[in-house]
């Protein structure tokens, strides 16, 4: 703000002009007392600059006894996982009243560094929300891993002043962090004071104690209350999550109501939400309504998607409330039960207008991500012995067992048969040449292969199929269109759904991608998949080697328990 | 904090070695969940390791079940105003558990300007307390008052990264900050996003709309529940105060209480409160011990006086609580009702052996701040008509009478009288040798004069009697003392109280001011001032031309409900 502005303002305020639009007639949710007060809110210029019935407006806006409350934020998300832009996600979640979002762009720093972390930055400046960025602080996710970029404190560092970067993304390398290696305290240190996000499951006693004194702020993995109240009781403030796959919602707000316990300390996040479930069924405003049907009071479910968040990250002076010289980021509520929206505003505009278009040039290396040599028939040979192990599915779950057991075989080497299919990992992002090549039990894709170069958090391409020739293809294919999902039967491209942009989102637009993700699905399921098994999700963590037990990457099978690569 | 730092607290908190210390057998104060739970807890180097009975320590404090709880912040306080230096003030406080203070140092600024802001910064650098500084928003506190110095936004510059300034202090003149003029601003926006402490009594409506849209975060000036309830709902954080002058927590509390609100918007702080009155009664502990007598439940009261007054300043990452990372200042309490403190450490370390020890060298420039011409006789004649202006004081209050009245004369000039004195305020910061004379009604000194260097906000000499020559006395013994208090009797100086730094403070040891405050306001009473005035204190802000109705200023007789220059 300048002065000619700050003037301009405080014109409005005192009433010596009107304001350019006045909200009148609603019942404002006041996020500060946790009452419901009758009265106007005065906006110009984007900022709330009175609150109070004397005042006038250029333009009123009626409310007609509906509730007005601040926009909510979404305390932690990775907006890479849509597969669609940042932009397009925004596009549908700001409608849900999500006016602000907490991002860390991991996903784009594993594939291109500090590129990727600009290309959110720079997809979000235009959007009716305010996007701000928390510095990825595990990549690669583990010292070993076959990522696009090493992304350092030295990296960070130009970040550090950035209006739009508050801290440290979430620190999962938890050994790291509590051993104060040194690597890692660089970066702790490096945001000293300020946010740093947590990603601590599970994690209790003394190490959880050394994992809060590095500085590590909040936790939005805790399932439950125990979890919970571990964690808070050290000063973490807790992100209730309720996204797509995880939902500790209603133990955590349960157990806050059951125990009376003031709510200054948590917030809502989504981590991961699909569109589809976006649109279904809501964003943050989903949690809202999930919270009060737990019991909690409205008022206070609101407090926790408003200003606790908007003070735990420092932003109360602007963000997360009704009061003169915030931003004039507002929902017009039908009622506190069901927080149905009745309209957004984001500095004062109504959202609803707003279409995310494409931005990122053509001729983008972001869109050439996706590189490596072609996959020679050998690479995918696996010898094996008389018991090998062997990654097995489990429907409904992203953890996998160790499995120790003969597989089929000819020559000494593995052929895919029955309940067994073959997985590989190709190192994608500096041709490299590695292959990792394993056996999977349960996923049961028949006739064809299945590729994709979503593969947390490495991103590089992994295949799973009964034949190696169809597994090179889709691998081919991944390498000719840069990146995405694939699926090849009998020797022919069946879907694609192409993600050019790193390798991990479209800008086609939702609908299209969700069209095409669609058929790929069902085909797989057609082909043998069990209906328990999500396919696309499965494939895009099979190469993440800090979920248990059993994980491939371009280096090989990957006990995670024993943190150790095991031999076929 | 440095690696080496880190990895020593982090080998402590993961258990690998023994804490240096483990205070064991306590019941805690958690005020992040509200709970208190008996467990122990380890630290390290100043720092808090570990909560858990799983901690061992070279040196284990046995608690037997007392209480401990994080330190007490004090959330405003002018350091200046005890008479003593900051040290001194903080040994006595500090004993009472307030081991953080957030400083206002206008006082020392109207005077001496950056240096008497880097005094303060230097006098408490060595405390066993954190002292942290808001830059004076209103030095001076009018334009157009004679003080030492201006300190403007420019001056303020240099400031705002010292790792002990954390943003603007009490912003007084809220008219220049509703109108947003530009130096009033440009101390408003040099400080954009970051704490502003406000002074707004009263201010009520659009004007304090246009207040908080300045950015201004705070409110220490709230006297009713009206108030209260009207700033908080406009964002502003309350600080509830309980000095030695003003008393608002018992209609505050009680008012929180009565309507259930969440306590998160509210602090406590002392603003201006007396050696005598913290050895009598205690400081931030005796605010805590009066809000749980008033109905507040003892966590909440202590959440007041801790986590809520670090977040608001945005110092919860190392104060206000009780957990891993955050500075070992600890409370250990006999009980949660009467809040006897038992002892208080800083950074793990006992404070009860600190004793302020004078810093500041004899030869330092801030010792001879009193620069006036000596008065001339004739400067301090009074011409009256047949009606005249007159300051007329009232007992209990420092608010004044503008009163309208025949005054004795002879010869045309005033000739002090019964219950009528003379007043006259010096310049003496630029030797400019103005002189503004008034008449004073209800002081009631007989036979001598009183003079003073303490005089808010700009700290001239101020002088009342009922003859010049004891005026002239008291006036000339100041200058070549270099401030203080005196009191002139019958030709001879009776009491003097040197306050040789600045015209402030003394280094001579608190018993030794308070012993010569108390014989010199003994005698002012036995000189005829009635007992329920204050004399010294009254003296000391009979200058301040912000408090109605009429004020008397080297310029002459101000009155501060027209806000102009009158006549005598």
Redesign the interface.
């Given at each position: 703000?300048?002065?000619e502005q700050?003037?301009t303002?405080?014109r409005a305020?005192?009433?010596d002009v009107p304001a350019q639009c006045v909200f009148r007639g609603g019942r404002v949710v006041?996020v500060?007392?946790?009452?419901v007060?009758e009265t106007a809110v005065a906006v110009t210029d984007g900022?709330i600059?009175?609150?109070?019935d004397?005042?006038v407006g250029e333009t009123e806006i009626a409310l007609d006894g509906a509730y007005l409350c601040p926009g909510f934020l979404d305390a932690h998300l990775h907006l890479e996982s849509t597969m669609v832009t940042p932009a397009e996600l925004i596009e549908q979640a700001v409608r849900c009243g999500t006016t602000t979002y907490l991002v860390d762009p991991h996903e784009a720093a594993n594939v291109c560094g500090a590129d990727g972390i600009d290309y959110i930055l720079e997809e979000t400046a235009g959007v009716p929300a305010n996007v701000y960025v928390m510095m990825p602080s595990c990549v690669p996710a583990l010292p070993f891993e076959d990522n696009g970029c090493t992304f350092d404190a030295a990296q960070m560092r130009r970040y550090r002043n950035h209006p739009r970067v508050l801290g440290l993304g979430e620190v999962m390398d938890y050994t790291a962090t509590?051993?104060?290696e040194?690597a890692m305290?660089?970066k702790?240190?490096l945001f000293?004071?300020r946010p740093k996000d947590g990603h601590a499951p599970m994690l209790t006693?003394?190490?959880l104690?050394?994992y809060?004194?590095?500085?590590v702020?909040n936790d939005h993995e805790c399932a439950s209350p125990e979890e919970v109240?571990e964690k808070?009781?050290?000063?973490m403030h807790i992100h209730v999550r309720e996204g797509s796959a995880a939902r500790n919602l209603e133990d955590i707000v349960r157990s806050i109501v059951r125990e009376k316990?003031?709510t200054?300390?948590f917030s809502f996040c989504t981590d991961d939400k699909h569109i589809e479930d976006i649109r279904r069924e809501g964003h943050i405003d989903h949690c809202v309504r999930r919270a009060i049907a737990c019991g909690l009071a409205p008022v206070e479910a609101i407090r926790m998607a408003t200003i606790h968040t908007a003070?735990h990250y420092?932003l109360h002076?602007?963000l997360g409330?009704i009061?003169?010289?915030?931003q004039a980021d507002l929902l017009v509520l039908d009622d506190l039960e069901t927080v149905r929206i009745r309209a957004v505003y984001h500095r004062g505009a109504p959202v609803s207008g707003f279409r995310a278009q494409p931005k990122l040039p053509q001729d983008s290396p972001l869109r050439r991500t996706v590189h490596c040599q072609p996959v020679r028939p050998e690479q995918l040979a696996l010898p094996v012995g008389a018991c090998s192990s062997v990654i097995r599915v489990i429907p409904g779950q992203l953890v996998t067992q160790h499995m120790r057991c003969a597989l089929p075989q000819r020559d000494g080497l593995f052929v895919p048969q029955g309940e067994f299919s073959k997985v590989a990992v190709i190192e994608r992002h500096r041709a490299t040449g590695k292959v990792g090549v394993g056996a999977v039990a349960g996923f049961c894709l028949h006739g064809g292969a299945i590729a994709s170069s979503v593969a947390h958090d490495s991103h590089n391409l992994s295949v799973i199929g009964d034949n190696d020739a169809d597994m090179l293809l889709a691998v081919q294919h991944l390498r000719d269109i840069g990146g995405g999902y694939t699926l090849v039967s009998g020797g022919k491209i069946a879907h694609t759904v192409p993600l050019p942009i790193m390798g991990l989102m479209s800008d086609a637009g939702f609908d299209r991608v969700q069209a095409a993700l669609s058929a790929m699905i069902a085909q797989t399921h057609a082909m043998g998949v069990p209906d328990g098994i999500s396919p696309l999700t499965l494939l895009s963590f099979l190469a993440l080697p800090v979920i248990p037990s059993l994980r491939i990457t371009p280096r090989g099978l990957f006990d995670v328990e024993q943190m150790r690569f095991v031999a076929p």
């Open positions: 703000m300048n002065l700050f003037q303002l405080a305020a005192r009433g006041n500060f007392t946790g009452e007060i900022t600059v009175g609150v109070g004397q005042y509590i051993n104060a040194p305290a660089e702790l240190l000293d004071g006693g003394r190490p104690n050394a809060v004194l590095a500085g702020t109240w808070r009781r050290l000063g316990r003031p200054d300390g003070r420092g002076h602007r409330g009061a003169p010289g915030m």
